[in-house]
């Protein structure tokens, strides 16, 4: 089986400290790291026990209903760990085999695992929908660890392991560049408003230290310039670091070794300026990430996490807003509504910023997934992406006539408006929720 | 990644088709890219983006912010996407020769 992405080469992975595993020993190295798990992950062990193969999350997975592949189907999906686990895992699967759902590790098994593991965005909708609770993100999440560890990686996911590594952000936007956009988005914000709004790169003895999405120092300008008049206006001491321009933890996507060392980063980047408060910018697995495993990678740490939606919507009937003329609905970053507590936030801060502010369905934590999420963004992919994107699609064309879709999280942001083309959308204006606040916010005439 | 030739010249290209030392791009190899990104004409508006493309990457090794390119060039985002179907981060960049912009763009 070949799988659909890029697969990164041998000296490619090796430049990031991940060296191919010789396939001859790949089995005995997939079974140390899955053993090591089990230990671990203790959640992962919940998941690969538990399912009966009742089917409820087959309805219920974007994947499986777009792509109508039957790996995609979750339950058939987690099986293709679930079976190598038993086999070697359990006595009964050890003793009979195949009559007791076990397989024997072969030649296409970390083929299908690299395809089908891939093909799951890690959004959560079918443990919301399992009676056990059976999250197929957290076996996606093993089993893409798994596969980094032995050197098995989509080149997209090693590149920007690079870009990380060199730059601290997934881009690979140098410190000089970065100091650039700063400027140039200053200029935009003076000649908008006549202000001197800043965006402050690397101050010393700053209370609040900003992540944004390094694609907000590319594409998604509007969220950076809205966060930016959001803390002038509030008048706080803030900061964003060069070292890590980087609200997205891919590691969480393909290795969790490579999550911590991100995490570390933001810690020592906090620390440096004696931050008591990192605000994450909009960004949906890196808030998951951020907000759920700081403490177990990075512990103890002197500063409070929040984001950026939670933070305007503390200070929300301060702000000076006039509601624009707009139509506009928003899509739930799958780690916000099932992972992260962000849910009531952006629509109280929507319905500020709107006059019509209308909800797709189903919304909240019962959303379908945007097709891109943990970072499947690869071009090569397209046709896949696509398909993963049907549902999103439909549930946005549903709505009528909309002037804005709002989606704050940079995966949705790359991946939707080439969804909505693809479906036959391309009169909509797309961007985030802090777009919608900076162009809401009344800050003096030009 | 593999190699192609280039007005006799081997120019080692990545899967998605792009330049994968910067520094081997010339002029001349502009044509080859552009058949390949459906750019059926190389004109005066194609060189204003690609010079700005190219002059920004070698001052901060970077492909500039989307809006900037705009803004320094004088064309829209939509006139960019008339010159270059496949969008400014990668058809234009492929042109100027500069690595592909990765993340979540």
């Given at each position: 089986m070949k799988p659909p992405m890029h697969v990164a080469k041998e000296n490619e992975v090796a430049s990031i400290g991940l060296p191919r595993v010789p396939k001859q020993d790949e089995q005995t190295a997939v079974l140390k790291k899955l053993d090591d798990l089990r230990s671990s992950m203790r959640s992962l062990m919940v998941m690969l026990e538990n399912c009966t193969k009742c089917g409820n999350c087959a309805k219920q997975c974007h994947s499986y209903l777009g792509t109508e592949d039957y790996h995609n189907f979750p339950a058939a999906r987690a099986d293709l760990m679930r079976r190598i686990y038993k086999r070697y895992f359990?006595?009964?699967?050890?003793?009979?085999?195949r009559f007791f759902g076990a397989d024997d590790f072969d030649a296409d098994t970390l083929s299908k695992w690299l395809t089908y593991f891939y093909q799951c965005n890690e959004c959560r909708r079918c443990a919301k929908f399992c009676p056990f609770g059976i999250d197929t993100a957290e076996v996606t999440i093993a089993a893409r660890h798994i596969l980094s560890e032995i050197g098995i990686m989509p080149k997209f996911m090693q590149g920007i392991a690079v870009n990380m590594n060199k730059t601290g952000n997934n881009m690979g936007i140098p410190q000089p560049a970065i100091v650039d956009c700063a400027e140039f988005m200053e200029d935009e914000m003076r000649e908008e408003t006549g202000l001197d709004i800043k965006i402050p790169i690397d101050k010393p003895n700053s209370d609040i230290l900003y992540i944004p999405s390094s694609a907000?120092?590319?594409?998604?300008v509007d969220t950076m310039i809205g966060a930016a008049k959001l803390f002038h206006y509030l008048g706080v001491n803030w900061t964003i670091p060069s070292t890590v321009l980087e609200a997205a933890n891919f590691g969480l996507l393909f290795n969790l070794n490579v999550m911590r060392e991100h995490n570390q980063r933001l810690k020592a980047a906090a620390t440096a300026v004696g931050a008591k408060l990192v605000i994450q910018g909009e960004c949906g697995h890196g808030w998951r990430a951020a907000k759920a495993y700081t403490d177990g990678c990075s512990a103890p740490v002197s500063f409070e996490i929040v984001h950026i939606l939670d933070y305007c919507d503390q200070h929300l009937g301060k702000l000076p807003l006039k509601k624009l003329p707009l139509r506009a609905t928003l899509h739930d970053p799958c780690n916000y509504a099932r992972a992260g507590e962000i849910v009531e936030q952006p629509r109280r801060i929507m319905r500020a910023c709107v006059e019509n502010f209308v909800e797709m369905t189903p919304n909240r934590d019962e959303n379908f997934c945007c097709g891109g999420g943990s970072g499947i963004l690869m071009d090569?992919?397209?046709e896949i992406r696509m398909k993963l994107g049907k549902k999103k699609a439909e549930q946005v064309i549903a709505l009528g006539k909309l002037d804005y879709l709002a989606m704050p999280c940079s995966i949705c942001k790359a991946q939707i408006p080439v969804v909505m083309k693809y479906y036959g959308v391309d009169d909509l204006m797309m961007g985030g929720v802090m777009d919608l606040v900076g162009k809401a916010m009344i800050l003096g005439e030009a | 990644m593999s190699m192609v030739e280039i007005n006799g010249q081997q120019i080692e290209i990545d899967e998605d088709g792009f330049i994968v030392d910067p520094a081997v791009w010339n002029e001349g190899l502009v044509s080859y890219f552009a058949k390949q990104e459906e750019v059926p004409e190389l004109t005066e508006d194609h060189w204003k983006v690609i010079n700005y493309l190219r002059q920004y990457f070698k001052?901060?090794?970077?492909?500039?912010?989307?809006r900037k390119l705009c803004k320094d060039t004088g064309f829209t985002l939509k006139e960019i996407y008339e010159l270059?179907?496949?969008?400014?981060?990668?058809?234009?960049?492929?042109?100027a020769g500069l690595p592909k912009p990765t993340g979540c763009v």
């Amino acid at each position: 089986m070949k799988p659909p992405m890029h697969v990164a080469k041998e000296n490619e992975v090796a430049s990031i400290g991940l060296p191919r595993v010789p396939k001859q020993d790949e089995q005995t190295a997939v079974l140390k790291k899955l053993d090591d798990l089990r230990s671990s992950m203790r959640s992962l062990m919940v998941m690969l026990e538990n399912c009966t193969k009742c089917g409820n999350c087959a309805k219920q997975c974007h994947s499986y209903l777009g792509t109508e592949d039957y790996h995609n189907f979750p339950a058939a999906r987690a099986d293709l760990m679930r079976r190598i686990y038993k086999r070697y895992f359990t006595w009964t699967g050890r003793t009979f085999g195949r009559f007791f759902g076990a397989d024997d590790f072969d030649a296409d098994t970390l083929s299908k695992w690299l395809t089908y593991f891939y093909q799951c965005n890690e959004c959560r909708r079918c443990a919301k929908f399992c009676p056990f609770g059976i999250d197929t993100a957290e076996v996606t999440i093993a089993a893409r660890h798994i596969l980094s560890e032995i050197g098995i990686m989509p080149k997209f996911m090693q590149g920007i392991a690079v870009n990380m590594n060199k730059t601290g952000n997934n881009m690979g936007i140098p410190q000089p560049a970065i100091v650039d956009c700063a400027e140039f988005m200053e200029d935009e914000m003076r000649e908008e408003t006549g202000l001197d709004i800043k965006i402050p790169i690397d101050k010393p003895n700053s209370d609040i230290l900003y992540i944004p999405s390094s694609a907000d120092f590319f594409t998604n300008v509007d969220t950076m310039i809205g966060a930016a008049k959001l803390f002038h206006y509030l008048g706080v001491n803030w900061t964003i670091p060069s070292t890590v321009l980087e609200a997205a933890n891919f590691g969480l996507l393909f290795n969790l070794n490579v999550m911590r060392e991100h995490n570390q980063r933001l810690k020592a980047a906090a620390t440096a300026v004696g931050a008591k408060l990192v605000i994450q910018g909009e960004c949906g697995h890196g808030w998951r990430a951020a907000k759920a495993y700081t403490d177990g990678c990075s512990a103890p740490v002197s500063f409070e996490i929040v984001h950026i939606l939670d933070y305007c919507d503390q200070h929300l009937g301060k702000l000076p807003l006039k509601k624009l003329p707009l139509r506009a609905t928003l899509h739930d970053p799958c780690n916000y509504a099932r992972a992260g507590e962000i849910v009531e936030q952006p629509r109280r801060i929507m319905r500020a910023c709107v006059e019509n502010f209308v909800e797709m369905t189903p919304n909240r934590d019962e959303n379908f997934c945007c097709g891109g999420g943990s970072g499947i963004l690869m071009d090569e992919m397209m046709e896949i992406r696509m398909k993963l994107g049907k549902k999103k699609a439909e549930q946005v064309i549903a709505l009528g006539k909309l002037d804005y879709l709002a989606m704050p999280c940079s995966i949705c942001k790359a991946q939707i408006p080439v969804v909505m083309k693809y479906y036959g959308v391309d009169d909509l204006m797309m961007g985030g929720v802090m777009d919608l606040v900076g162009k809401a916010m009344i800050l003096g005439e030009a | 990644m593999s190699m192609v030739e280039i007005n006799g010249q081997q120019i080692e290209i990545d899967e998605d088709g792009f330049i994968v030392d910067p520094a081997v791009w010339n002029e001349g190899l502009v044509s080859y890219f552009a058949k390949q990104e459906e750019v059926p004409e190389l004109t005066e508006d194609h060189w204003k983006v690609i010079n700005y493309l190219r002059q920004y990457f070698k001052q901060f090794g970077i492909a500039p912010m989307i809006r900037k390119l705009c803004k320094d060039t004088g064309f829209t985002l939509k006139e960019i996407y008339e010159l270059f179907p496949s969008g400014p981060a990668k058809g234009a960049c492929k042109l100027a020769g500069l690595p592909k912009p990765t993340g979540c763009v």
